[in-house]
């Protein structure tokens, strides 16, 4: 993937869980604050990670020892 097509992938998922809270702000509860926004919003990220899971066994297992050794954050 090209650098472009990286930055266009990582928008284009963005956006469809800002679309997803948009159309569901109104379901959820009053109660709450940031917290839970910032659970719901990781919640959202796994569950599209789970749906679209694609990553398995030695590839799996090389991108988790890539992010362990190398951390881009």
Known sequence: MTKREKKR???DLTESVVQHFDNNVD???DEGDG???RQWLADQFILNVMINRV???K???EYRNVCATEPIN
């Open 55 to 57: 990553m398995k066994g």
């Open 27 to 29: 379901k959820m509860p």
């Open 35 to 37: 917290h839970e926004l």
């Open 9 to 11: 992938f990582v928008r």
């Open 59 to 61: 590839r799996l297992r």
